[in-house]
C-alpha cells in the first residue's frame, strides 16, 4: 500500500515555488531572456497606464449648429464641445485659442515630411463642466495668417486657454 503526505499550501506559496521551480528548470541565458521580457512587458503596460494629457490633448470632438427655422435675422449659432473644462480651469467665458495639425507631404520624396500647427481663431465658453465644455466661435483668423484650408473651426481641431 502506497502512503502518501497531505498537507495545505497558500495560493501565495504555490505561486511562489512554481515561479521558483521554473526558473530552476530554465537555463541561465534563458532566465535572462525571460526577465528582460517581463521587465519590458511591464514597462509597457505601466506607459499605457499614464494619462497623457499635454496642452495638444484638448480638441472639439463635435459640432452641433442650431436648425434654421427661417426667421428673419435670426443667425445660426453653432456650438463647439471640447474635451477640457473646470477641472482643466476653464470657465464660463474663458477664451480658448483654436488651431490646426496638418501633416505635409514631400511629393519629390513620396513621404510625411513634418506635422505643422497653425491658428484658426477663438472660441469662448458658454458652458462648462469637469472635463468638458461648451464654447461659440468668438473670432476667425484672417486669411493671411491661415494656409489654404477650411477656415472654420472643425472637429479634431486643438484647443488650449488663450493667455490674452
Known amino acids: 500500500m502506497t502512503g502518501f503526505v497531505a498537507f495545505q499550501v497558500s495560493r501565495k506559496d504555490a505561486a511562489q515555488n512554481f515561479g521558483q521551480a521554473a526558473l530552476l528548470f530554465l537555463g541561465a541565458s534563458m532566465r535572462k531572456d525571460l526577465i528582460f521580457t517581463l521587465s519590458l ?11 497623457l494629457s499635454q496642452a495638444s490633448d484638448f480638441m472639439v470632438y463635435s459640432v452641433y449648429k442650431s436648425v434654421d427655422l427661417g426667421n428673419t435675422g435670426e ?34 520624396s513620396q513621404k510625411l515630411y513634418k506635422d505643422m500647427s497653425f491658428p484658426i481663431g477663438t472660441i469662448k465658453v458658454i458652458h462648462a463642466e469637469s472635463n468638458a465644455a461648451i464654447a461659440r466661435l468668438d473670432e476667425i483668423e484672417s486669411p493671411e495668417r491661415t494656409p489654404a484650408t477650411t477656415r472654420a473651426v472643425m472637429v479634431g481641431d486643438k484647443v488650449e486657454i488663450s493667455k490674452d
Do not use: C, E, H, W
Not at 445660426?76 to 473644462?85: P, S, T
Open 41 to 51: 512587458a511591464l514597462s509597457f503596460i505601466a506607459m499605457l497606464a499614464i494619462p
Open 75 to 108: 443667425v445660426a449659432q453653432k456650438d463647439f464641445y471640447v474635451n477640457m473644462g473646470t477641472s482643466n480651469g476653464v470657465k464660463t467665458g474663458t477664451k480658448l485659442k483654436v488651431f490646426r495639425m496638418i501633416s505635409t507631404f514631400d511629393v519629390t
